[in-house]
């Protein structure tokens, strides 16, 4: 080959390589264009235009005539026939399809991550059967028809296919995330809005029963203790207006307490009970009794105050009061004559002895009298706090004496027996010696004595017993069972079962005379056993 030959051959070589490089710019430039599918798909309400791009694409690529796709269902995982498109009127997809899947071929084509290649059971071509796939999963199928008179598809157009077909697999994906992820918002924002109707609801609710309600109700952030919130019936009791509350703190309103002292915040405690005496604006007062509780509303700590007006109720304690020191003191008039009468006929020599004995117990019973009366003004003060003790040695053998002679009607009465034990031994022995006031025990002993003598059944007894030890233990037996929903506030004010004549304040003065004394008193009672008293009561020191 001369030198001119040789230089057209490297000239056509030159250009082969030229075009070549075009050839394989062009078909770079085609598989990004091609192999990109705009985000926007993801958002239309159905795949119907994404499958129509991956269609047009591959038709772009290949002389398809008719194309076809199916999508596998989610629910089902059958594969449904999603877009027929082409110039073919005479494709049948479904045809095609049944024929692939009888012989195996359309099971063959989903495992394999290119395209496959079959012959059209009509005999109308060939088709192209490419898996629409991502790493994730299988999504449907690409199905083509390519004429009968083209020949055997290039290898860089099926590359660029498999390119257009993958990417389309990967915009199906993101419609069917974002549809799902769609679904879910929308199933969440209707939850979230049903929530909110249903709290909004009883929100409504809980605020017409607490504006309601004749207690006052305020809520407080522990944070700053600034009120947020506050119901009719407690701005009427503090006296002021919603303006005037609502954004202060507690301290300035209702709390007692000052900033870092709150039992609440500070203290621990999760609820609180206290009287408290609020002044209003134009300087009047109003006592209350407040509850302060830990609480928590739409997930925000909070602190609850209810408080209701006690005024009324103060009013009527005091007039009580009143009513029972006038009474004490108009009784103790005619007990005065009653008491020195008795004195009068002892002293008279002439007056016959076989009755001194009974007029001695007529004298006795008033001077008891008198000290119960006296006795009640010392259970005010006692429940005052403002009762001072004045303790001597105080023998309970004469003190038992005295209150079983005067409880010997009632015993009488019910056929009863009052059995004393001391130390083990049958019998009242004594001395035993305590300390106290006499009164005191008198009042004490005879109120739980008489309790257990009107528990018991006609017919029985009552058990006493004395242990002396460094302090007296004394237990008080009867058959009789406490009513099981008096157990509980056996010993408080006013607690009584409905028994007739029945105040409920005597095993209350017990309490409060024990109380007083230095002593304890408690209960045990059951249907099977009958009630037991356990008394401790102090003795002097030796």
């Not at 690529?61 to 498109?85: G, M, N």
């Not at 898996?131 to 299988?138: D, F, G, I, K, Q």
């Not at 027996?417 to 006499?438: C, K, N, Q, Y």
């Not at 059944?457 to 009513?483: F, K, M, Q, Y």
Request: charged share 20%.
């Amino acid at each position: 080959m001369d030198t001119e030959a040789r230089l057209h051959f490297l000239a056509a070589q030159v250009r082969n390589l030229v075009r070549e490089k075009e050839a394989s710019l062009l078909a770079l430039e085609s598989a990004t264009r091609l192999g990109h599918f705009d985000s926007s798909y993801t958002r239309l309400d159905s795949p119907e235009s994404l499958l129509q791009e991956i269609a047009a694409r591959a038709r772009e690529l290949l002389p398809l005539s008719a194309t076809a796709i199916y999508l596998i269902d989610e629910q089902t995982q059958d594969v449904v026939l999603a877009h027929v498109s082409g110039d073919n009127a005479d494709f049948d997809p479904e045809a095609e399809t049944d024929a692939l899947i009888a012989d195996h071929s359309f099971a063959f084509a989903l495992g394999r991550t290119g395209p496959s290649f079959f012959e059209a059971a009509t005999g109308q071509g060939r088709l192209l059967l490419h898996p629409l796939a991502t790493p994730s999963r299988v999504r449907g199928m690409f199905i083509g028809l390519l004429d009968r008179a083209c020949g055997p598809a290039p290898d860089p157009e099926l590359a660029l296919v498999t390119v257009v077909i993958n990417a389309g697999a990967q915009a199906l994906e993101s419609f069917a995330l974002y549809h799902h992820l769609r679904q879910v918002n929308a199933a969440l924002e209707d939850t979230v809005a049903a929530r909110t109707a249903e709290l909004r609801q009883a929100y409504d609710q809980v605020r017409v029963v607490i504006d309601s309600l004749p207690a006052g109700v305020m809520v407080i952030d522990p944070a700053d203790h600034r009120i947020l919130d506050v119901n009719p019936a407690g701005l009427a009791m503090l006296g002021r207006t919603r303006e005037d509350v609502v954004g202060r703190a507690c301290f300035a309103c209702i709390s007692s307490s000052r900033p870092g002292a709150c039992p609440i915040v500070d203290g621990g405690r999760e609820q609180v009970s206290v009287e408290r005496l609020v002044t209003w604006p134009d300087g009047r007062t109003v006592s209350i009794l407040k509850t302060a509780v830990r609480a928590s509303l739409g997930g925000r700590p909070c602190i609850i105050e209810s408080f209701t007006d006690i005024s009324g109720q103060k009013k009527l304690e005091e007039l009580r009061g009143d009513v029972e020191r006038m009474t004490r003191h108009d009784l103790k008039t005619p007990l005065t004559g009653i008491i020195s009468l008795p004195e009068v006929l002892l002293g008279n020599p002439t007056f016959p002895a076989e009755h001194r004995a009974m007029v001695e117990m007529i004298k006795e019973a008033g001077l008891n009298m008198l000290g119960m009366i006296n006795l009640s003004l010392d259970l005010y003060k006692m429940e005052t706090g403002t009762y001072a003790l004045d303790p001597s040695p105080v023998d309970l053998v004469g003190v038992f004496g005295s209150v079983v002679r005067d409880l010997g009607p009632l015993m009488r009465a019910k056929r009863l027996d009052v059995v004393f034990a001391t130390d083990g031994r049958d019998g009242l022995h004594g001395p035993v010696i305590v300390l106290g006031e006499s009164l005191l025990y008198f009042s004490l002993l005879s109120n739980l004595l008489k309790n257990a003598l009107e528990a018991s059944p006609e017919g029985g007894e009552v058990g006493v017993s004395l242990v002396c030890r460094d302090r007296v233990w004394l237990t008080i037996h009867n058959a009789g069972a406490v009513p099981e929903a008096l157990r509980g506030r056996f010993f408080k004010k006013y607690a009584t079962s409905g028994k007739a004549g029945g105040t409920g304040l005597g095993t209350y003065s017990a309490w409060l005379i024990m109380q007083n004394l230095g002593g304890s008193i408690d209960c045990v009672s059951d249907a099977a056993s009958g009630t037991t008293l356990f008394l401790s009561l102090p003795r002097p020191a030796d």
